[in-house]
């Protein structure tokens, strides 16, 4: 077993992107935005699936636009071109799951 520590990041600064995990052929990224804060459009070789742990997150997967928020999780297939701003301060998990 093993825990991991994800605390909040933005009091003390803005946009935070940290590694949390990887085993197999999974990789967890905990990723913490301020409000009005983006990714550029990008893409992954990889599964993704996103958790909204706090906020609200605006998702443009290939030219498809989702609010996502905590009741929500969001998939998408390897290669498909997607982008991302905060609503609101959140705070999320993505896990790439290579095939």
Known sequence: MELIETPNALKEKS???QKALSFSKTKVVNI???AGEEIAEHDSPADVIIIVRSGKVLFSVEGETVEA???NILHMSPKEKHSLTAIEPSD???LQ???
């Open 32 to 34: 913490q935005l301020q």
């Open 15 to 17: 946009k935070h992107v």
């Open 69 to 71: 928020a905590p009741d």
């Open 92 to 94: 999320l998990l993505v």
């Open 97 to 99: 799951i290579t095939p």
